[in-house]
């Protein structure tokens, strides 16, 4: 016998719950956002309607499945099976930040701020969740690309936006770049770091350097696959040089980077808390991967 599905609602801390943890009282917290020209009451009901959110949707889940919940805090220790219906509940990064760590379970989206979120990736109202989930199997699910970097110790790093390679504090990234198929050319570089990003990603960090450069490649759909990448700031000199600085990588095409520093990361997402570590003479790989993301409606 099968087992029933197990709803796994995602969800994050509020922005309330965050000065409450830190100034300890409703009245302390409001000083303290008053000093700073702020007023307690936005911030409060924004908790009070992400809470309302959460207590309809848990509602709304089959009498007969299975349910759980996680902290944004806590997806790198939480163990996704393969029957989970994976409902996020808050905000579109929400979807990015527990994307990484399935592989094929549905993901729906449920905003719980509509108009102050943009609703890419979080489509759905609390209220439609009643009759969303029972038919979640056979609802319609885009399959949005994500992009995987491969380190040459088995590393392996996935993200649904995109991957940042450089140095922990953004600063100057010394490697030498190529392109895998073309003919082994690669170049010493040094930059502020390289960005590869999906479609998904297309309407955020990596769509503010396409904009800035005037690129000719059009940012990719986000079931499209199909990469764009950027070397960010790169530094000519007589060792190093800015030939290769943008770029597109098709489904079977990747992206080189071999490490001449003590220490890169690469990250993906904007979390910088769950990086690739890369030491001197480490080679990294970053192209599109096999997993995709199954994101309800």
């Given at each position: 016998m099968s087992l029933a599905p197990r709803a796994v609602l995602v969800h994050r801390t509020t922005e309330y719950e965050e000065l409450l943890a830190r100034h300890g009282t409703h009245g302390q917290a409001a000083f303290f956002l008053a000093s700073r020209g702020r007023d307690i009451a936005e911030v409060s009901e924004r908790h009070r309607r992400a809470r309302r959110a959460l207590a309809e949707v848990t509602s709304a889940i089959p009498l007969a499945w299975r349910r759980t919940q996680v902290e944004r805090a806590d997806l790198d220790r939480f163990l996704f099976a393969p029957e989970d219906v994976v409902v996020v509940v808050g905000q579109d990064g929400l979807v990015a930040n527990v994307a990484k760590y399935l592989d094929g379970q549905p993901v729906v989206g449920i905003d719980t701020d509509p108009g102050r979120n943009p609703g890419v990736l979080v489509r759905h109202r609390p209220e439609q969740?009643?009759?969303?989930?029972?038919?979640?199997?056979?609802?319609?699910?885009?399959?949005?690309?994500?992009?995987?970097?491969?380190?040459?110790?088995?590393?392996?790093l996935v993200a649904l936006n995109e991957i940042y390679l450089g140095t922990a504090g953004h600063q100057t990234a010394r490697y030498r770049l190529g392109l895998e198929d073309d003919g082994g050319a690669v170049e010493a570089q040094a930059s502020s770091g390289v960005l590869v990003g999906t479609g998904t990603g297309a309407t955020g960090w990596l769509r503010s350097l396409w904009q800035e450069r005037g690129a000719r490649s059009a940012l990719p759909a986000p079931t499209e696959d199909r990469l764009l990448w950027f070397v960010r700031e790169a530094w000519p000199s007589p060792a190093t040089g800015t030939s290769l600085v943008a770029g597109e990588l098709t489904a079977s095409a990747t992206l080189t980077l071999t490490v001449e520093s003590d220490r890169l990361i690469a990250?993906?997402?904007?979390?910088?808390t769950d990086a690739l570590e890369l030491t001197w003479g480490q080679t990294v790989r970053v192209g599109t991967s096999r997993r995709r993301l199954r994101l309800v409606g």
């Open positions: 969740a009643s009759v969303l989930l029972p038919s979640v199997g056979s609802t319609h699910a885009d399959e949005l690309t994500m992009v995987e970097a491969v380190a040459d110790d088995t590393q392996r990250f993906g997402d904007g979390i910088e």
